[in-house]
């Protein structure tokens, strides 16, 4: 087992010389090991319009803040899911906590996202959805193409409410509320 030694000052080997007492294998120095505590946490889910209860598995010291990517375990396998609210114990919705605090927590799926459009051609607007992998990248001034049709992307409003305008900036698909996009003959 590699394991920080105290004396050597280094991440080195190990040997167990018995329950949680290990010894450098360098040195000769011994380190006693506790196993930190692991928690299994309800996660609530969603993906679009679907919501599905997992769990996640975390040690009880770890901090779960908003906004942060966990992998969520699901009855049909893993997904990554992005946390946007924390239920403690006592019923309050909060936005960090400790582990060992925490009764549930809220993810949306950002392995997977719906992107909305809408797409302008003269005085006509289109909502289109589509599903993109949550890592795709959108870029103010690129060229999308909907039903062979090209649409240039001139705006993109992200799900912090920030507004991208200028030419060259980029989002991905998980943090984009949507996209807005000219037809170009």
Request: hydrophobic residues 35%; proline residues 2%.
């Amino acid at each position: 087992m590699e394991i920080y030694c105290d004396t050597c000052k280094e991440t080195t080997r190990h040997e167990l010389v018995k329950e949680r007492l290990y010894r450098c294998s360098i040195c000769g120095s011994h380190s006693q090991i506790t196993p930190k505590k692991l928690l299994e946490l309800k996660a609530i889910f969603s993906s679009g319009s679907e919501t599905e209860i997992g769990k996640i598995t975390i040690e009880e010291d770890e901090e779960i803040v908003k906004d942060a990517e966990m992998i969520v375990d699901l009855e049909k396998g893993s997904e990554l899911g992005r946390v946007t609210a924390i239920q403690l114990k006592d019923g309050r919705i909060v936005e960090f906590s400790k582990a060992k605090d925490a009764f549930a927590v809220w993810f949306r799926n950002v392995g997977e996202v719906y992107v909305r459009f809408s797409l302008h051609k003269r005085s006509v607007t289109t909502p289109y959805k589509a599903l993109f992998d949550g890592e795709t990248e959108f870029i103010i001034g690129e060229t999308i193409e909907f039903e062979r049709k090209k649409f240039r992307i001139h705006r993109i409003k992200l799900l912090d409410g920030r507004v991208l305008r200028r030419e060259g900036e980029r989002a991905l698909a998980k943090e984009i509320k949507r996209v807005y996009a000219t037809y170009t003959p």
